[in-house]
T-cell receptor
Framework: EDKVVQSPLSLVVHEGDTVTLNCSYE??????LLWYKQEKKAPTFLFML????IEKKSGRLSSILDKKELFSILNITATQTGDSAIYLC?????????FGAGTRLTVKP | NAGVTQTPKFQVLKTGQSMTLQCAQD?????MSWYRQDPGMGLRLIHY???????DQGEVPNGYNVSRSTTEDFPLRLLSAAPSQTSVYFC????????????FGPGTRLTVT
């Protein structure tokens, strides 16, 4: 059965800390791995990864994919309270997408 | 552009009632989808469409119907509401015929009593 597993499920850090969120997957017909950020309402897109070993960066966020070991990580450096959110990992297949349960990140001042 | 819009924002139904959740997008996106989000379970795909006139089932389709008569609209129908359908429902769209960089609507919080 296809599955996407995120860890940890929740994380509490202080401003300035660096965090690493994990996503492992076992999915047929893999096409891409995506990260979304969900604050109070709708998820918003962060990254899409299709090739192993190529880091994607946006400001303090970065992500990388390992297609051999079937996992991805999302790093956030110098965390801020505005980074508090649920981070969702999803695997895109031909026509659909499977999401993990998410990691709830809380950044305390 | 309004992006992806959903109505209503909140809805309370009694068991057995039917209703339609509306979703529209003004970005001329081919791909549209419906998800439900329950605590601790992430987003689960209900139905999706790769273009007008084409729909298919996702991971959890039972109890729901969809249709796609235009590129812009993708309504989700609950046929006979059950308490297990209490959830937050998100509609999403993406360019092309694949679900990759999806744009999500603001969600509908549905409670079935």
């Amino acid at each position: 059965e296809d599955k996407v597993v995120q860890s940890p499920l929740s994380l509490v850090v202080h401003e300035g800390d660096t965090v690493t969120l994990n996503c492992s997957y076992e999915v047929t017909n893999f096409r891409s791995l995506l990260w979304y950020k969900q604050e109070k309402k709708a998820p918003t897109f962060l990254f899409m990864l299709t090739s192993s070993g190529i880091e994607k960066k946006s400001g303090r966020l970065s992500s990388i994919l390992d297609k051999k070991e079937l996992f991805s990580i999302l790093n956030i450096t110098a965390t801020q309270t505005g980074d508090s959110a649920i981070y969702l990992c999803a695997v895109g297949r031909d026509n659909d997408m499977r999401f993990g349960a998410g990691t709830r990140l809380t950044v305390k001042p | 552009n309004a992006g992806v819009t959903q109505t209503p924002k909140f809805q309370v139904l009694k068991t057995g009632q039917s209703m339609t959740l509306q979703c529209a997008q003004d970005m001329n996106h081919e791909y549209m989808s419906w998800y439900r989000q329950d605590p601790g379970m992430g987003l689960r795909l209900i139905h999706y469409s790769v273009g007008a006139g084409i729909t298919d089932q996702g991971e959890v389709p039972n109890g729901y119907n969809v249709s796609r008569s235009t590129t812009e609209d993708f309504p989700l129908r609950l046929l006979s509401a059950a308490p297990s359908q209490t959830s937050v429902y998100f509609c999403a769209s993406s360019p092309g015929q694949a679900p990759y960089e999806q744009y999500f609507g603001p969600g509908t919080r549905l409670t079935v009593t």
